[in-house]
């Protein structure tokens, strides 16, 4: 099949399989910045219900609420987003149904007109065991200087409790289920919880955790191991550990993620295909263009990105040193030293703890540190316990407070490595721990720092603001740069590539160029040639299509429907209904040819103006016919005005006009080399007989009944009489157009109608004495007056013969 395909296609298919792979390989790496790692951590909030466990994992912008087994086999997810909250800050279970606390931010004016502040806000909900939400309060706030801790739900209602930011005194707020209402009807507005008891921590202690169970206020001090409530469930670690999810799962986890891939994909590879489709016009002009534009695009985007790159590893290196130089001057502050036995539980009441507790707590309070600092603690390095830490989590596993990622700390030290960096993820934020040891030779203990190493991206923007302007500019300069080089470079071909078009079409040459570049000289001269053989050929084609068209007949296009005359083929033909209109010509005297140019020129002239054509004539012309079409209703006034442009008083030129209404068979016949018109019609030969009449009559213009009514003549008319039955079997009228006979011949025909009208009734009475009489008085006044004079001879015969019926009232033609 592929030896089918052309090169392009294979091309195509390449380029999408490449892009294809590529793109996974981005997605890859950015769906492992977005990813949610989840690990089983003093900070994580779990419950378990019968064999389910539901365990929550916080990401960066939403928290996730998974039932697993014992086996880490997840059944169903919930995502706190869906709810309206972005962390979950603690969950519970209490008969069938699961409780959970959420948090977000509500953002507000500052009432000192400092801009936007973000409050806390949560809200308490309840699932079932399929994680489907049941019921949730209005989002509700608790005072500023606190934190929540956990969650508890127990017969007499819902405990929170919370922990003061100092961490001096711990608080259990009571909501009663009440406040939980269907989603649809939960308002959002202010829900106040009450204080149900308090503790404050003494002896110099201080709270690292709290939570209320079965009745009680469970508090964790600083001078305490994670036991009891707070120890980390090995069970429940062991199944978050081995969390699996299926692909559905993964989908719906991830599918923002992989809805915008795939929507970004297709727009590649359709603008991949565009690309493709346009590089192969090759196009020199787009080649040059899209090659200097994407490699400036590149350079500019590989300038941003090293920007940004480089502002993060500032920043990170920044912190690192910074934390680094601030640790080992506290190091040197509290005279930290290998020299104390952590391990002894008496330890945690000795001044010597209170000392070092003080001067950690006082360090990550300090102003420009607590910005960067999230937990400072000194670290065993053989047992991996937290000795001594500013929040309180001591005499505990690292690995258990931040997760499995800090395991690798003690091993980078005993390397050798005075310092330490890792990075992990601890509820979607970033944070690296970095480890400074006392001792070079022989380290047992590690001054550990946890920092923030969460970046704002917007701050990146604002940070290097003018730099981004800068690249932003420079791409700018450098895109106008090339577009006008390559206009200077192309001005010449593009004056060119004008001059043979305008010589493809036939028009004037452009104006050649003053300065020209040696290769362009030739070509210019080449053009110039071409385009004097073009106007040859051009001229001698007008000269031969006017010659065709002196002789080919005018408007039969028109006729056969046909757009233009060389679309017209032998054999065409078509049934057409019209006027039909022969002409009777007499010459006499001198200057015949020129007379009778006159005339053709005349109805030339008509022709243009109207659907007409001359469908035939006698070779000297004495006979001619024209066919107008159907829409074609004011002929008789056209050639009353053409007889009066042509009229002679010597009558040295004779012109009669017959026209016939009929429906007739017009074609075109003929070989490759010549052609004629043919015209059919059934009435043709009483047609011909009526153009003798009133060519023998000097008729001028003679119509039909039919013609009189189709174009309503209210002009005065003579009835000529009877020219017996057309080809239907209809009785056919001749009127004469007095209009159209020269002024002193109408005047005097005029003048005798009414003589004439009433000769006339008489001789179809058969009165033929009285009938000669009358005529032969018009005759007196009117010599030259044939069709007067007919009647009289016609008279006179009848009155030497009988007249069988009307066959009188019938013109012998």
């Known amino acids: 099949m592929m030896n089918r395909l052309s090169m392009r296609s294979r091309i195509i298919i390449v380029l999408y399989i490449l892009s294809f792979t590529i793109s996974l390989f981005i997605f890859y790496f950015l769906m492992s910045r977005v990813s949610v790692d989840v690990e089983c951590t003093s900070y994580s909030e779990y419950t378990v219900n019968g064999a389910d466990i539901f365990f929550a994992q916080n990401a960066k912008d939403k928290g996730i609420i998974f039932r697993l087994d014992t086996k880490g086999r997840v059944s169903r997810m919930f995502d706190s987003r869906d709810a309206g909250g972005r962390l979950v800050l603690g969950l519970t279970s209490n008969g069938e149904n699961i409780y959970g606390v959420l948090g977000n931010f509500k953002e507000e004016e500052d009432p000192n007109g400092k801009g936007i502040i973000s409050t806390p806000v949560y809200r308490i909900v309840c699932f079932d065991k399929n994680l489907k939400l049941q019921t949730q309060s209005a989002m509700f706030s608790i005072d500023t200087g606190e934190k929540v801790s956990a969650i508890s739900a127990e017969d007499g209602g819902l405990y929170i409790t919370t922990i003061t930011t100092d961490a001096l005194s711990a608080k259990v707020y009571v909501a009663d289920y009440g406040i939980l209402k269907d989603p649809g009807d939960a308002a959002s507005g202010d829900l106040r919880l009450d204080v149900q008891r308090a503790k404050t921590a003494t002896g110099s202690r201080f709270f690292a955790d709290a939570v209320y169970r079965s009745g009680d206020l469970h508090v964790r001090t600083d001078r305490d191991g994670a036991t009891g409530v707070f120890e980390v469930d090995p069970v429940i670690r062991s199944a978050v550990s081995s969390l699996r999810l299926s692909v559905g799962q993964l989908f719906g986890l991830y599918s923002q993620y992989i809805i915008w891939y795939i929507a970004c994909l297709i727009v590649w590879f359709i603008i991949l295909y565009l690309l493709v489709r346009t590089l192969t016009n090759r196009n020199r002009s787009f080649y040059y263009l899209f090659i200097a534009e994407a490699l400036v695009f590149a350079i500019t985007l590989g300038g941003v990105i090293a920007v940004c790159t480089g502002y993060y590893s500032a920043r990170e290196k ?97 390397r050798g490595n005075k310092y330490a960096a890792v990075d992990f993820k601890l509820a979607g934020q970033d944070y690296r721990a970095i480890a400074a040891t006392f001792d070079d030779l022989n380290p047992k203990y590690a001054l550990v720092g946890i920092i923030n190493d969460t970046t704002d991206h917007k701050s990146v923007f604002v940070d290097n603001r003018a730099v981004f302007i800068t690249f932003l500019c420079a791409f700018a300069l450098a895109s106008a740069l090339v577009v006008l080089a390559w206009y200077l470079h192309l001005r010449d071909i593009t004056l060119l590539e004008h001059a043979l078009t305008e010589t493809a079409l036939g028009r004037s040459m452009p104006q050649r160029p003053v300065t020209l570049g040696s290769d362009i000289k030739d070509m210019w001269d080449a053009v110039a040639q071409i ?202 009228k001749l009127y004469e157009v007095l209009d159209a006979c020269q002024s002193a011949v109408r005047k005097q025909r005029l003048a005798t109608l009414d003589k004439y009208n009433e000769a006339l009734e008489l001789f179809y009475e058969k009165d033929f004495y009285i009938a000669r009489t009358k005529f032969s008085d018009i005759l007196k006044d009117a010599p030259d007056d044939l069709l007067v004079k007919f009647y009289v001879f016609e008279s006179d015969r009848y009155l030497n013969e009988s007249a069988e019926g009307d066959s009188h009232r019938i013109l012998d033609l």
């Open 318 to 414: 920044e912190h690192s040193r910074f934390a680094v130089l601030s640790m080992i001057g506290l190091e040197d502050e509290i005279n930290l030293g290998n020299d104390i036995n952590y391990a002894d539980s008496s330890f945690y009441d000795s001044a010597r703890y209170r000392q070092l507790k003080k001067g950690i707590v006082n360090f990550i309070k300090r102003e420009g540190n607590a910005d960067i600092f999230y937990d400072v603690f000194v670290y065993n390095l053989k047992d991996e316990y937290v000795c001594v830490s500013a929040s309180g989590r001591n005499r505990q596993l690292l690995s258990e407070i931040y997760g499995q990622d800090l395991g690798t700390l003690d091993e980078r030290i005993y």
């Open 531 to 732: 385009h004097q053989k073009v106007d040859n050929i051009e001229y001698t084609k007008m000269r031969i299509l006017e010659a065709y068209y002196r002789f080919a007949p005018k408007n039969v296009e028109k006729i056969l429907s046909r757009k233009s005359i060389v679309e017209v083929a032998n054999g065409d033909a078509v049934d057409v209904s019209g006027t039909i209109g022969t002409f009777g010509i007499e010459l006499r005297g001198h200057n015949r040819t020129a007379r009778l140019d006159s005339l053709i020129d005349s109805i030339g002239e008509y022709q243009k103006e109207h659907n007409t054509i001359i469908i035939g004539k006698a070779p000297d012309l004495a006979r001619m016919q024209v066919l107008f079409m159907e829409d074609e209703k004011e002929t008789v006034r056209s050639f009353v005005n053409l007889l009066e442009g042509n009229s002679d008083s010597t009558r040295a030129t004779t012109v009669s006009m017959v026209l016939f209404y009929d429906t007739c068979r017009f074609a075109v016949i003929g070989s490759e080399d010549e052609a004629t018109t043919y015209l059919r019609s059934a009435n043709r030969d009483l047609i011909s007989r009526i153009s003798i009449f009133a060519t023998k009559h000097n008729l001028d213009l003679v119509i039909t009944e039919d013609i009189k009514d189709r174009e309503n003549i209210t002009s005065p008319l003579r009835f000529i009489g009877y020219a017996g039955e057309d080809a239907y079997g209809k009785m056919v």
